[in-house]
């Protein structure tokens, strides 16, 4: 029966886009992070990214992490400044307590900005983060 199936809540995983400074380039970078502020591991993780807007749309991307030991961050991948101007989505799964998890991150379109950077604990950059 459907009642009887439990659908897992996916909490304290987040995706954010951090501003970091890059020493070969002499340049800004916009990076992809996925951070587990969880109080356990969590295992097989992967990440499906994507942009969209309208007719527009990026190649979809596809990183398996693997393991991500509790309270700690992976970097998932570069996000070129002409993307950030589409939504971008960060489609994570993951299994954590013998079950599957699954969340949907979204970057709206032009929310990412040095004007939304807020500090973000656990990566030690600032960031935006995904609702």
Same mark, same amino acid.
């Given at each position: !029966?459907?009642k009887?199936?439990?659908?897992?809540?996916?909490? +304290?995983?987040?995706?954010?886009?951090?501003?970091?400074?890059?020493?070969?380039?002499?340049?800004?970078?916009?990076?992809?992070?996925?951070?587990?502020?969880?109080?356990?591991?969590?295992? !097989?993780?992967?990440?499906?990214?994507?942009?969209?807007?309208? +007719?527009?749309?990026?190649?979809? !991307?596809?990183?398996?992490?693997?393991?991500?030991?509790?309270?700690?961050?992976?970097k998932?991948?570069?996000?070129?400044? +002409?993307?950030?101007?589409?939504?971008?989505?960060?489609?994570?799964?993951?299994?954590?307590?013998?079950?599957?998890?699954?969340?949907?991150?979204?970057?709206?379109?032009?929310?990412?900005?040095?004007?939304?950077?807020?500090?973000?604990?656990?990566?030690?950059? +600032?960031?935006?983060?995904?609702?």
């Amino acid at each position: !029966m459907k009642k009887d199936i439990e659908i897992p809540v996916a909490k +304290d995983v987040h995706v954010v886009i951090a501003q970091e400074w890059n020493k070969e380039f002499l340049a800004k970078d916009w990076n992809a992070y996925i951070i587990n502020n969880r109080k356990d591991t969590i295992e !097989m993780v992967l990440v499906v990214s994507k942009g969209y807007l309208g +007719d527009k749309k990026t190649s979809t !991307m596809r990183h398996g992490i693997g393991t991500l030991a509790a309270k700690s961050f992976a970097k998932i991948e570069l996000v070129q400044e +002409d993307v950030l101007a589409l939504n971008n989505e960060f489609f994570v799964t993951f299994f954590a307590e013998n079950k599957l998890y699954e969340r949907r991150f979204v970057f709206p379109e032009h929310t990412v900005t040095e004007k939304n950077l807020k500090p973000i604990p656990v990566l030690n950059l +600032d960031g935006v983060t995904a609702k």
